[in-house]
């Protein structure tokens, strides 16, 4: 799978299965995507995650001898072979504690589903399982707002020190709070990521109803004084209705701060249609904001190849560069 290939499959996001049915394929519960099912798909160094839906046009068939191929019109456009997560995503135990949140966000399904919140003595069973397989690599922790962000990072920054008995690396996804990348540290995180989700403070004002873009960007700065540089993470929804110019602006904003942007095509669920734009965003588009992200990464003294955690671990959703570029 080259780097275009790669790019189409995202730009698309899902495939049917036609004669395959993954033994272990895994129903999200983080962001916008969740309640979906998917799988992965690795052809070479690269992994792409797609959501199994009917109507997709891309097909996932069997070649025989464990490996499928991605047809799309009936013409094979990738071959490889499916990943069996470990808990969301191969190697890691990626685990949504509180799958429901107190904010609106018009891309997230996440306060549809209005999901349960794992106590800490499940975070650590499921880790504990995932180790048993001998796979674990990292420990990636999300969450949505049950109540407060202070409360969420109070009880992740718990889970944390709870976890840290299984010595792999620990990043933690939240919404930021008074403190909370000097909590999470000191709990034993090593990476972090606040999600400024839209670059474009217009749409975002639409989209996150609620929720301060100035104090994300805040907290950023704050968080990479306590966990250093190419140890902070941001999503950036591509395909809310944003111009490429103000992409760019505020990629290279967030990398001057030491921050590492998660470009992330955004996914048009279900449950929220119509409540905003949501557009897919082509594979030419993803590329070209691939690679003016990699230039701005490397002019900032930025790798993604050294992140031990999360969405750059991982490379499923998104092309990250210094690993698929």
């Known amino acids: 799978m080259d780097l275009d290939t790669k790019a189409r499959l995202i ?4 495939v049917e299965l036609a004669d395959i049915r993954p033994s272990s394929g895994p129903v999200s519960a983080a962001g916008p995507g969740a309640g979906e099912e998917n799988v992965f798909f690795r052809s ?3 992994r792409v995650r797609l959501s199994v839906v009917e109507s997709s046009p891309l097909r996932l068939v ?9 047809e799309e019109r009936e013409i094979e456009v ?3 072979r499916l990943e069996a997560p470990l808990l969301h995503c191969p190697e890691q135990a990626y685990i949504t504690v509180s799958e429901r949140c107190i904010y609106d966000c018009k891309f ?3 306060p549809k ?3 349960g919140v794992k106590s800490l003595q499940k975070v650590v069973a499921m880790v504990d399982r995932a180790r048993a397989t001998g796979n674990l690599q990292a420990i990636s922790l999300t969450s949505g707002v049950e109540r407060s962000p202070r409360e969420e990072v109070a009880r992740m920054a718990d889970i944390v020190r709870s976890v840290c008995r299984f010595d792999v690396p620990i990043g933690v996804s939240v919404t930021p709070a008074f403190r909370s990348s000097e909590i999470l540290k000191e709990a034993g995180a090593v990476e972090i990521k606040y999600n400024v989700e839209c670059l474009d403070p217009e749409v975002f004002g639409q989209v996150c109803p609620g929720v301060s873009l100035d104090a994300i960007k805040t907290a950023l700065k704050n968080a990479v ?3 250093g540089r190419n140890r902070v993470f941001s999503n950036v929804i591509i395909g809310l209705g944003e111009s490429d110019n103000i992409l760019r602006e505020g990629i290279e904003e967030l990398a001057e701060m030491g921050v590492l942007p998660v470009l992330r095509a955004v996914y048009p669920h279900p449950l929220r249609q119509g409540e905003t734009m949501m557009e897919r965003p082509s594979a030419d588009r993803l590329l070209d904001l691939a690679r003016y992200t990699r230039r701005v990464l490397d002019r900032c003294d930025l790798r993604g ?3 031990e955690t999360m969405c750059y671990r991982c490379t499923g959703c998104d092309l990250i560069p210094h690993r698929d570029l």
């Open 11 to 14: 730009s698309v996001g899902t």
């Open 44 to 46: 070479g160094e690269r």
């Open 62 to 70: 069997d070649r025989g001898g464990g490996e499928v191929a991605i």
């Open 78 to 80: 990738a071959r490889g």
């Open 108 to 110: 997230c399904a996440v």
């Open 113 to 115: 589903l209005a999901g």
């Open 225 to 227: 004084r306590h966990f």
């Open 305 to 307: 190849d050294v992140a």
